[in-house]
């Protein structure tokens, strides 16, 4: 290779933490830095382009957010008395608590302890213009904004905005792109290290030397053979969220020079989306196909009963654990029950399609792909018996404590009775977003060898990272973990080019 083609790093993937560590890196020193994206510039930025770009993030007062969004107290009355508070012990308990105590402790502590100050990077270097998240998290209570905890910011224009974001910024310090080349393989030398990167493009196969590789490519969700051999065959089958693009090459050619595979490899974060949508789901409706109000409602499974507690928690901490178990139910659907009393609380991507409507429950069945319909009123006859009125607490801003009794599963929050007319039903099945199995990596993003040894010259960051999430998952935190990682990684291959 000559010269021409030696870059001081070298970066495989263009989502958000991919995208963040070659600006990092840049930040840092390195100025020859390329981005191989193996996507089409018309499809470029991994799943980043499909998320709802908030950001999850600990701060121990409001007036903290307040620093990150300037205005926001103007756009909304009463802004800071509508968020609590959300320390990082906060934020550490939720991750083990949704993880069962499984994440990774010193990885999980290292986000974190990171995480305010990425946001702060992303906006200041990184060049994100932030917004409130208020579409996503907020519930109005009288004249305030009630707002999810640490989830009060996202990217302007969520995912789309992220994207083009960083893309810009890139731009504007002369990072290199390559759109359309694939990287198939990592370069070693004599001494173990990662030397380079070998890709291919419409032209043929090329190879880059590089002082630094960071793989930031994603996992294998969008790959149905390895779904099906990690996650089982109802994943195999599942309809993918994101980008079609990430099929687990840098996970394989990482895993090829002797990378250690790390984390929950059968575990993914599946989302409950409309069961109307295609296998992929369209790129100009990013993540438009979510049905994530689940929490004021009654759902039911093809065979007519119930099959989670629907109020376990905030949908934000229960909704990439669902979408799976929507998976694993007759014909990987269930139907959304809603009455008049809480469909004004449906988030507004649910106006991306129309809603079953009837004025009975009996009438609403009757329309329903549901095969045992006489036990789906059962079920709804039960749960009724079983629930609350509205007036007993029902608050949508919390988990209210509002809970049915008596129950083989009952409903432990927003418990309330679904007697109102007009009702109202949507289909939902899980749509997969990412895998969370991955590589292990130190403190400073470098990957480990199956031999416990760093492997020189090669750093992973975003979905590639494995052991932060397990069996669930705290929206907001990937993207945090993205650029979290993708920052650390970015700047110690700038640090340690040759």
Excluded at 91 to 111: A, F, I, K, Q, W
Aim: glycine share 12%; aromatic share 10%.
């Amino acid at each position: 290779m000559s010269n021409g083609t030696h870059y001081d790093v070298v970066v495989v993937g263009a989502g958000n933490a991919a995208l963040a560590a070659a600006i990092s890196a840049h930040e840092n020193g390195a100025e020859r830095v390329l981005v191989l994206e193996k996507a089409p510039r018309d499809m470029r930025g991994g799943n980043t382009h499909w998320s709802g770009g908030v950001l999850r993030f600990a701060f121990d007062d409001p007036q903290e957010v307040g620093e990150i969004l300037p205005d926001a107290h103007k756009q909304f009355d009463n802004f800071y008395e509508g968020i609590s508070p959300y320390t990082k012990d906060d934020y550490l308990g939720d991750l083990r608590r949704v993880s069962s105590g499984r994440t990774d402790p010193e990885m999980s502590e290292l986000l974190v302890s990171s995480s305010q100050a990425t946001v702060r990077w992303m906006q200041s270097v990184g060049k994100i213009e932030m917004e409130p998240a208020v579409t996503l998290s907020a519930v109005r209570k009288g004249n305030t904004m009630v707002w999810a905890r640490g989830l009060i910011v996202r990217a302007a224009h969520e995912g789309v905005g992220l994207s083009r974001s960083w893309f810009s910024t890139a731009g504007e310090r002369g990072i290199e792109i390559r759109y359309g080349a694939a990287a198939t393989e990592l370069i070693t030398g004599g001494d173990g290290g990662v030397r380079g990167v070998r890709f291919r493009t419409d032209d043929g196969y090329e190879e880059v030397e590089a002082g630094g590789v960071v793989l930031g490519a994603g996992g294998f969700e969008a790959n149905v053979q390895m779904r099906t051999q990690y996650l089982g065959s109802l994943i195999g089958a599942a309809k993918v969220r994101g980008t079609p693009h990430n099929q687990g090459d840098g996970l394989r050619m990482a895993m090829a020079i002797g990378a250690m595979p790390w984390g929950q490899w059968s575990g993914c974060h599946a989302t409950p989306i409309s069961a109307d949508w295609g296998d992929f789901a369209p790129r100009e409706m990013t993540d438009r196909s979510n049905r994530l109000s689940y929490v004021y409602s009654v759902m039911l499974n093809r065979k007519g009963r119930r099959f989670v507690d629907e109020g376990e928690d905030a949908a934000l901490f229960t909704y990439a654990k669902f979408g799976r178990s929507i998976l694993a139910e007759p014909g990987a659907k269930a139907w959304q029950i809603f009455d008049s009393q809480t469909v004004h609380l449906l988030e507004p991507r649910y106006q991306t399609s129309d809603p079953i409507v009837a004025d009975t429950l009996e009438e609403l069945v009757a329309q329903l792909d549901i095969e045992d319909k006489p036990q789906a009123l059962r079920t709804l006859a039960e749960y009724n018996a079983a629930a609350k009125d509205a007036a007993e607490g029902f608050d949508a801003t919390r988990p209210d404590g509002v809970s049915t009794t008596g129950l083989a599963l009952d409903k432990t929050n927003w418990g309330i009775r679904i007697d109102k007319p007009p009702f109202y039903a949507y289909s939902a099945t899980g749509g997969i977003t990412f895998t969370f199995g991955g590589l292990r990596v130190n403190r400073d993003a470098q990957v480990v060898g199956t031999d416990w040894r760093v492997i020189p010259g090669l750093y992973c960051c975003g979905e590639m990272l494995g052991g932060l999430f397990y069996d669930n998952y705290p929206a907001g935190t990937g993207l945090v973990s993205g650029a979290t990682f993708g920052r650390i990684a970015g700047r110690n291959a700038a640090r340690a080019r040759n």
